[in-house]
């Protein structure tokens, strides 16, 4: 049911014909606008799309769930165990879920790769203590395996359980596409109590030894409330705990609504601070996207040198792929860029690394340590102006030198084939290798000169599908949606 206290709700707004958005980027990219400012359940009003001789009419999005509401849907009685049709097969998206908790719905980040806006809100609709708690202790009592570990208690971002708008009235009125973007907005309520609370009875429940937090942290947030970094930092890191900055440069990061890096370094400094505290050895594990609309190959070079200088080497690495929905897929297809006015002759122009050849170069320069990759970057290198990089110094990106046997797949055509020394996994879709969920992954580290490799353990890998689920901590939100 539709609140009627704003005259929007009795409006609507025509897009542009199916057919002509079909055949008109540029109509596109102004549909797509129209669609994502329309996204405020407060105020949004519906849409009339023209298919061929029908109109198509979309509602506005619903009122956000309450907690009563949203804790009855939570408290049915689900099974918890895959549908028996399955027999006994292996199903990986049941092995990430299985000991793992939903405790909110919903996004205000507005990333523009993402889509979970769309598909869940951008008001935050947040459980109750006692049904997430609940929940905790029906894994713990039915669900089978259950060794004591609950994988996560997230959502589509960790942490924003229980953030809103100080003021439902401005809430209502807003016509912002994200609370944190250009920056975090005076409005925005960033008190993280609740959630430190939750996690300290959660801790505290019998037959519960660990909690984990799995679903990617919106860091500049986090910075906010530094006594929710510690209590993160001390109880709640598996080895390595993973955010998503997506890249280093302005012009990318702008395109995607996201922080600049110097929010990465703040909590950087928080992270190892607390860690430091608790006498634990974990790192953060960023998470980059190559081929993003309004990446350059220059942009590409920067983010690679930045990789090199802070000593982390991507083993998997994800390029931009447009998806339904998302604002960068309009930026992607139109070349506009619908965060601002769409105009046929003037407005900003976006530029996307398209064609295999470009978007391998930018996969590469995050690979930038992989022989495979390495005469792909030296041309590009000599290309841009940029040879100085290319020697077997500290300062070089790349060796000179080959590898016998090397440089003849290249990134993109890795397929089946053995490469490098394992490293970090930075990826946002799939699933690692695993045989044990429950047990949290304990990292073997190795010093590479000044740098921490991140070796693939000896032993069988005991990566938690939690590590390299899904989505984006928007970035990572696991199962719920997203990019
Ligand atoms: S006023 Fe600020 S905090 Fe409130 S909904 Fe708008 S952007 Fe979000």
Redesign the pocket.
């Known amino acids: 049911m539709r609140a009627d206290f704003h005259p929007r709700a009795k409006t609507v707004i025509r897009l542009p014909g199916y057919e002509q958005v079909r055949n008109d980027p540029v109509l596109y990219a102004h549909a797509s606008r129209l669609l994502h400012l329309e996204t405020n359940p407060g105020n949004a009003r519906a849409l009339v799309q023209r298919h061929g001789d029908r109109d198509l009419w979309l509602n506005p999005p619903p009122i956000p769930l309450t907690t009563p509401e949203l804790d009855a849907v939570f408290g049915l009685p689900y099974a918890r165990v895959p549908h028996p049709s399955y027999g006994g097969a292996r199903i990986p998206a049941y092995e990430m879920i299985r000991f793992s908790v939903n405790i909110m719905r919903g996004c205000?980040g507005g990333c523009t790769f993402c889509s979970i806006t769309e598909h869940e809100g951008r008001i935050i609709q947040s459980r109750s203590e006692a049904s997430i708690l609940r929940e905790i202790e029906d894994i713990r009592d039915r669900t089978p395996g259950f060794t004591g570990v609950i994988s996560d208690l997230g959502g589509p971002t960790a942490n924003m359980y229980r953030l809103a708008?100080?003021s439902r009235e401005?809430?209502r009125s807003?016509r912002?596409l994200?609370?944190v973007y250009p920056d975090i907005?005076s409005?925005?309520n960033t008190d993280h109590s609740s959630l430190v609370r939750l996690y300290r009875k959660a801790r505290e429940l019998p037959g519960v030894k660990k909690i984990l937090i799995a679903s990617g942290v919106r860091y500049d947030l986090a910075l906010r409330d530094p006594a929710y970094v510690r209590e993160l930092v001390t109880h709640h890191v598996g080895g390595y705990l993973k955010i998503a900055p997506e890249h280093t440069e302005t012009g990318p990061l702008a395109r995607m609504m996201k922080p600049g890096i110097g929010a990465y370094d703040k909590f950087k400094e928080l992270f190892e601070k607390y860690s430091k505290e608790a006498g634990k050895e974990q790192y953060l594990i960023p998470y980059f996207i190559a081929a993003h609309p309004g990446t350059s190959d220059e942009d590409m070079l920067n983010l690679a040198l930045w990789l090199k200088r802070n000593g982390f080497r991507a083993d998997q690495v994800q390029a931009f792929l447009p998806s339904p929905m998302a604002l960068a897929t309009a930026m992607y297809h139109s070349g506009r860029n619908p965060l601002h006015g769409i105009h046929r002759d003037r407005g900003e122009i976006v530029t996307s690394p398209k064609g295999l050849k470009q978007r391998r170069l930018h996969k590469a320069f995050l690979r930038y340590h992989d022989p495979e990759n390495w005469p792909l970057l030296r041309e590009a290198l000599r290309r841009m102006g940029r040879a100085d990089l290319i020697g077997n110094g500290k300062r070089h990106l790349i060796p000179l030198w080959q590898p016998p046997g090397t440089g003849f797949g290249g990134e993109g055509a890795r397929t089946g084939r053995k490469h490098g020394p394992q490293t970090f996994l930075t990826r946002h879709t799939g699933l690692p290798p695993q045989s044990d969920s429950s047990k949290p992954f304990i990292p073997s580290l190795k010093k590479v000169g000044n740098r921490r490799d991140f070796s693939k353990p000896a032993a069988p890998d005991r990566r938690p599908a939690r590590t390299f689920t899904q989505g984006s901590p928007c970035g990572a939100g696991k199962r719920r949606g997203g990019r």
Do not use: V
Request: with cysteine.
């Open positions: 205000f708008c100080k401005i809430e807003c912002k994200s609370c907005c409005n925005l």
